[in-house]
């Protein structure tokens, strides 16, 4: 049988190879589509608790959010919560993402901070160029911008409708790459004496859970997150990431699924003869029909491992020559396998009880 299979797909090489590409674009699809969500997610949350704080005090319902946290919770409140016994310091931050960016692509987040308070609570440190200033179109970048962009000190990034001059450049990576004075955002979005987020740093990083149990008693309409678990949240991902995922995930099954249902259903039909002759010669129902999906199993067996090897070097390319984050996950390589696998069984159910149900008379008087 095995010979009997390796023929059939040699004998059409060009069909068998679209069709081994047709599954390996699946697989492509979801290794690398899910790689590249979930590492940009957990980059951004490693990031996020690159910061040095334990705590960050939001509004209740926002949570976490690749979206603009809004610039709601009043500024008096920050006397309060600097008061809570175990906070070191809280520092307030604005938070405003924008659609474009440089170049009109992407998405760039822009953070506003007082820069003392926030040096104060966090592991920010000045490497090249000057302190950010309280007020006034000014911004520090992190050096991870300024080495992808060529940035240098008195350069202008366009922000909140302006042009900010860059009078520094900072480590480490934390939050956004590009910060600008907490008044200068407030202003620019009409949100004066308000503000996205509280950063707080603790006397005791050991009492952290004590803490922010305090903050929660004291204002329960917001929320406390610790940093510590930020990489996780981010990696988690969210609702409408889950969603497109999903989604990615159902139409790269259902190409392969179609790719293999195509490829033996064209392959059965040209073959009527062949398996009338099988069936007049004593070959049984259950023989042709395991012929048809071992030859759709060596199809999808071939797709997956070449997708995964194609799947494997373009991250490669990807990661070394553009620095993008892709995490290739052991779940969406375990479900692109399974899934390439089980659409060359299924998709090739049909045409295999088709073949396995032909009238040996009428499939030799076939043409």
Not at 197 to 212: H, R, T
Not at 234 to 246: D, I, K, R, Y
Request: proline letters at 3%.
């Amino acid at each position: 049988m095995n010979n009997f299979v390796a023929a059939n797909l040699t004998h059409h090489p060009g069909r068998t190879f679209a069709s081994i590409i047709g599954v390996a674009v699946g697989v492509v699809l979801v290794v690398l589509t899910v790689g590249l969500v979930r590492g940009t997610l957990r980059e951004r949350g490693q990031r996020d608790a690159n910061v040095g704080v334990e705590l960050m005090m939001r509004q209740s319902g926002q949570g976490l959010s690749l979206t603009s946290a809004d610039m709601s919770i009043p500024m008096k409140i920050l006397a309060e919560v600097n008061s809570i016994p175990g906070v070191a310091v809280a520092t307030p931050v604005g938070q405003n993402l924008e659609m474009g960016g440089e170049g009109g692509l992407g998405i760039r987040q822009i953070d506003g901070i007082v820069f003392d308070q926030f040096t104060a609570a966090s592991n920010l440190r000045i490497t090249r160029g000057e302190a950010l200033p309280t007020s006034g179109d000014f911004a520090i970048v992190d050096v991870k911008y300024a080495l992808d962009k060529k940035t240098k000190i008195g350069d202008i990034v366009n922000g909140l409708g302006r042009d900010f001059k860059i009078v520094g450049i900072y480590e480490p990576e934390s939050g956004s790459r590009i910060k600008v004075p907490l008044a200068t955002m407030q202003q620019a979005l009409g949100a004066e004496d308000k503000f996205s987020m509280l950063f707080i740093k603790c006397v005791n990083p050991d009492q952290q859970e004590q803490v922010a149990q305090s903050i929660v008693d004291k204002f329960p309409e917001y929320r406390v997150i610790f940093t510590r678990d930020l990489p996780k949240l981010f990696a988690g991902g969210f609702a409408g990431f889950n969603v497109f995922l999903n989604v990615v995930k159902g139409l790269a099954t259902v190409i392969s699924l179609l790719v293999i249902m195509l490829t033996m259903y064209s392959t059965v039909s040209e073959r009527t003869r062949q398996i009338g002759i099988l069936k007049s010669l004593g070959a049984s129902k259950l023989w042709i029909a395991w012929v048809v999906e071992k030859e759709a199993l060596m199809i999808s067996l071939l797709g997956v491992l070449g997708g995964l090897a194609f799947a494997v070097a373009v991250r490669f390319i990807l990661v070394g020559k553009l620095g993008l984050k892709i995490d290739l996950e052991a779940d969406s390589i375990l479900y692109s396998s399974l899934a390439g696998l089980l659409s060359g069984v299924i998709g090739a159910l049909y045409p295999a009880l088709r073949a396995a149900s032909l009238d040996p008379v009428d499939a030799l008087s076939s043409d």
